[in-house]
């Protein structure tokens, strides 16, 4: 009597990198449907008003939590592709500055943000307390968001010394918007316009991730 074993399916080091990099495509549609779907379902949140960090309050807070780890958990698999798929210029720091706003996101659900702007309902409108976890949020986002500047900037200067100048103009724009919306929150001492601003920036930095992962992707 014979029996016939399944066949064995190895991973080869390019399908792990092309997975790896296929995080940092779901990362930022993950991140931002989970963010407006809740910001459409809470009650009292205002998008204009309340940053996606206040989400991390209240009942559901566990929701934007959960979200924030996950979201970090897929940038740091999308930087090890992207170590991984990188050479020359820029190479090594491109991920580590990229992984560094993967870590920002994880200190950002241990450390939630602390209640303010009248959210969660029964906050007051002009609650300006700020917590031990409220301080370790701030640390967390200025290492996040200043990783994902650094990142841009790092991978302009890569796709430049490659020749690839349209993806290079891209990376630059995008660091030097998203750097601007963040200062201008920092600024804007809650101001809606400013509020606004730094969601589209927001949006606008996934959705770079995700463009050049699918772009170290489909050359991988």
Same mark, same amino acid.
């Given at each position: 009597?014979?029996?016939?074993?399944?066949?064995?399916?190895?991973?080869?080091?390019?399908?792990?990198?092309?997975?790896?990099?296929?995080?940092? /495509?779901?990362?930022?549609?993950?991140?931002?449907?989970?963010?407006?779907?809740?910001?459409?379902?809470?009650?009292?949140?205002?998008?204009?008003?309340?940053?996606?960090?206040?989400?991390?309050?209240?009942?559901?807070?566990?929701?934007?939590?959960?979200?924030?780890?996950?979201?970090?958990? /897929?940038?740091?698999?999308?930087?090890?592709?992207?170590?991984?798929?990188?050479?020359?210029?820029?190479?090594?720091?491109?991920?580590?500055?990229?992984?560094?706003?993967?870590?920002?996101?994880?200190?950002?659900?241990?450390?939630?943000?602390?209640?303010?702007?009248?959210?969660?309902?029964?906050?007051?409108?002009?609650?300006?307390?700020?917590?031990?976890?409220?301080?370790?949020?701030?640390?967390?986002?200025?290492?996040?968001?200043?990783?994902?500047?650094?990142?841009?900037?790092?991978?302009?200067?890569?796709?430049?010394?490659?020749?690839?100048?349209?993806?290079?103009?891209?990376?630059?724009?995008?660091?030097?918007?998203?750097?601007?919306?963040?200062?201008?929150?920092?600024?804007?001492?809650?101001?809606?316009?400013?509020?606004?601003?730094?969601?589209?920036?927001?949006?606008?930095?996934?959705?770079?991730?995700?463009?050049?992962?699918?772009?170290?992707?489909?050359?991988?």
């Amino acid at each position: 009597m014979t029996t016939t074993q399944a066949p064995v399916v190895r991973t080869t080091p390019r399908t792990t990198t092309r997975t790896l990099l296929t995080a940092g /495509l779901v990362a930022g549609p993950l991140y931002t449907a989970v963010w407006l779907g809740q910001a459409a379902t809470r009650e009292g949140f205002d998008i204009t008003r309340h940053p996606a960090s206040l989400l991390a309050n209240g009942g559901p807070g566990w929701i934007q939590s959960v979200n924030f780890v996950l979201a970090a958990l /897929l940038t740091v698999a999308a930087a090890v592709g992207l170590h991984r798929s990188m050479s020359g210029r820029g190479s090594r720091w491109a991920p580590r500055l990229l992984g560094a706003y993967g870590v920002g996101l994880l200190l950002a659900a241990i450390f939630p943000a602390d209640p303010g702007a009248g959210f969660p309902v029964g906050t007051p409108g002009d609650h300006a307390e700020i917590s031990a976890r409220g301080m370790g949020h701030f640390v967390a986002g200025t290492i996040g968001f200043t990783g994902l500047i650094a990142a841009c900037l790092v991978m302009a200067a890569y796709y430049r010394s490659t020749g690839q100048t349209g993806w290079a103009r891209y990376s630059t724009v995008t660091g030097v918007l998203f750097f601007g919306a963040f200062a201008g929150l920092m600024a804007g001492a809650g101001k809606p316009v400013t509020i606004t601003v730094f969601g589209v920036a927001v949006v606008l930095g996934w959705s770079w991730i995700a463009a050049i992962c699918a772009q170290h992707r489909r050359t991988t």
